[in-house]
């Protein structure tokens, strides 16, 4: 079965400090990974995803996750975090095989920026 | 503008009163899903879709029912909704193939107090 792991529950970074998120998955293929971002009392937005090919990929608003098959790991990244980053970011998980499709989330870390 | 609208968005209710929270996409996604939102728990699947008249259990459907009679719509129904189902409900879309498969359109969610 596949899964995820955020082991952080709550960051605090100061504004423009650079910011790493841990995620770590466990898949028994090549998984499709995902990081998104819920901003308080909104739904959830895509930051950026991981099918294939490059393992550092590029998503919106200066985040991007480096795809690590040895680890397991598909951290999220951004060099400078600005006070509109303060929000719950989620990693996930799919599988598409035998015709069933699923995508597990992992518990969330969130995500405090001071000034 | 592609998207996945749910009602109500708030709704406060009393244990055995039952409820349908709607949901509808306009994208032609054949997969459809309803996570509930816990903290500390993430998102947790209650029911998926694959396409019309296919439905099938998540991680957490006890409780709950679902049907898919039209591809758009994907209804969630609490027959006798209890305390434990107070929670945060979203609703999501994807498509099963080709470009954009994976990568659910989330709605804006539902929350749900049921007393």
């Known amino acids: 079965a596949q899964s995820v792991t955020q082991p952080d529950i709550h960051i605090t970074v100061s504004e423009g400090a650079s910011l790493e998120l841990r995620c770590n998955y466990s898949?028994?293929?090549?998984?499709?990974l995902f990081w998104y971002v819920q901003s308080p009392g909104q739904g959830l937005q895509l930051l950026l995803k991981?099918?294939?090919?490059?393992?550092l990929v590029q998503g919106i608003k200066g985040f991007e996750a480096e795809f690590k098959r040895s680890q397991s790991s598909f951290n999220l990244r951004k060099p400078s975090v600005h006070w509109s980053d303060a929000a719950e970011y989620f990693c996930?998980?799919?599988?598409?095989?035998?015709?069933?499709?699923?995508?597990?989330f992992g518990t969330g870390t969130k995500l405090q920026v001071i000034p | 503008e592609a998207q996945v609208t749910q009602n109500p968005r708030y709704l406060i209710t009393v244990t055995g009163k039952k409820l349908t929270v709607t949901c509808s996409q306009n994208?032609?996604?054949?997969?459809m899903s309803w996570y509930r939102q816990d903290p500390g728990l993430g998102l947790r699947q209650i029911y998926y879709s694959m396409n019309v008249e296919v439905t099938d259990k998540g991680d957490v459907p006890e409780g709950y029912k679902v049907s898919r009679k039209e591809k758009r719509n994907f209804p969630l129904i609490l027959e006798s909704p209890s305390p434990n189902q107070t929670s945060l409900y979203f609703c999501a879309s994807t498509r099963t193939g080709g470009s954009g498969a994976n990568v659910l359109t989330f709605g804006a969610g539902s929350r749900l107090t049921v007393l």
């Open positions: 898949y028994g293929a090549t998984p499709y």
């Open positions: 994208m032609n996604h054949e997969y």
């Open positions: 996930a998980v799919a599988s598409n095989s035998g015709g069933y499709q699923k995508v597990t």
């Open positions: 991981y099918f294939s090919g490059d393992t």
